[in-house]
């Protein structure tokens, strides 16, 4: 299995998202209550990336990953869907690792 580096686990903060882009991949983190979710940036209703604006994948509560396109509303610790055009599917995960502070995409 191969292992892609995203970012030092510091570079994602208590409540907030960030997106990733590589070779291969475009993922995006939330942390929320020191733990790490790593999901494939897709929604299950279209396909099409969640966020318009870098980096934003929470509402404006930060309690839920929203899909700008049709504001679907995910749980962050599963990423169910509770509300929206898609109610009742998942992101879909992703794998990953932390080694030395080091957060590893498993492709």
């Not at 291969?24 to 318009?52: I, M, S």
Request: aromatic letters at 10%.
């Amino acid at each position: 299995m191969a292992m892609q580096r995203i970012c030092h686990i510091n570079d994602i903060t208590e409540g907030t998202s960030r997106g990733f882009r590589g070779e291969g991949f475009t993922v995006f983190a939330v942390r929320k209550d020191e733990q790490l979710y790593l999901y494939h940036n897709r929604c299950p209703h279209l396909g099409v990336e969640l966020e318009w604006v870098e980096d934003q994948f929470l509402d404006y509560e930060g309690c839920l990953i929203q899909c700008a396109t049709h504001g679907a509303l995910f749980t962050i610790e599963g990423g169910r869907c509770v509300g929206g055009p898609c109610l009742g599917e998942t992101l879909q995960a992703a794998e990953f690792t932390i080694k030395d502070d080091l957060v590893w995409l498993l492709q």
